[in-house]
């Protein structure tokens, strides 16, 4: 069963600290992954991909992969209250389809 | 780019009447669309995937016969619930992958929020 792992949360950040959230996957041949933010009520809308190991920078988001331990985290540096929403984890497990984790609610403390 | 519309954005529709949703990709072609059930507070379930010009994939548990899909363009899916009943109730939300962009990266269109009394 290929699986992906995310804390449910609630996680909550003070505003401008750093907000990080991590995901876990459950096949070592993955290839892709992503974040996608969610608002309440809305679809997903995509952050960022990642398919090398290491740090990927976009703006105030960081998304760090470590293939060897299966594990990918989103960073958001100095936290906004818009940044408040569920966070999706989603891995291609090498078939075209997406598989995502229940996601992480965040919520910025102004 | 990678513009995906749906449509209605909300339909509330009586037991037994069959709906359905159109989703299209605005700036780019796609040959494979997804199409995700989300309930309240749940995290989004595949229910199929679908191929311009072929027969729709569809997940365990998902009867095709109920949800039926047509990828007819390559800037259009439909999705229509037949015969809906109050537990069809659910926000669908349809994604399309850009061959062009960055591989396997699915957009995502606004869903609709289907409500069956």
């Known amino acids: 069963q290929k699986e992906v792992e995310q804390n449910s949360g609630p996680l909550s950040v003070p505003e401008g600290a750093i907000a990080s959230l991590n995901c876990t996957y459950s096949d070592r041949g993955s290839q892709s992954f992503f974040w996608y933010r969610q608002y309440s009520g809305k679809s997903p809308e995509l952050i960022m991909f990642i398919y090398s190991n290491g740090d990927k920078e976009d703006g105030r988001f960081t998304a760090q992969l470590n293939k060897a331990s299966q594990y990918v985290s989103l960073l958001i540096r100095d936290s906004q209250p818009s940044d408040s929403a569920t966070y999706l984890c989603?891995?291609?497990?090498?078939?075209?389809?997406?598989?995502f984790g229940t996601g992480t609610r965040l919520t910025i403390i102004p | 780019g990678a513009v995906v519309s749906q449509h209605p954005s909300r339909v509330i529709c009586k037991s037994g009447t069959s709906v359905k949703i159109e989703c299209r990709s605005l700036d780019f072609q796609a040959t494979t669309m997804f199409w995700y059930r989300q309930f309240p507070k749940k995290s989004l379930m595949l229910m199929a995937t679908?191929?311009?010009?072929?027969?729709?994939?569809?997940e365990q548990g998902v009867e095709k016969d109920k949800f039926l899909i047509n990828h007819a363009s390559l800037t259009l899916s439909t999705l229509t619930v037949t015969s809906a009943h109050p537990e069809d109730s659910s926000f669908y939300i349809c994604?399309?992958?850009?061959?062009?962009?960055?591989?396997?990266?699915?957009?995502f269109g606004p869903g609709t929020r289907l409500t069956v009394l």
């Open positions: 994604s399309a992958r850009d061959p062009s962009g960055s591989k396997d990266t699915q957009y």
């Open positions: 989603a891995v291609n497990f090498g078939n075209e389809k997406l598989t």
């Open positions: 679908s191929n311009e010009g072929s027969k729709a994939t569809y």
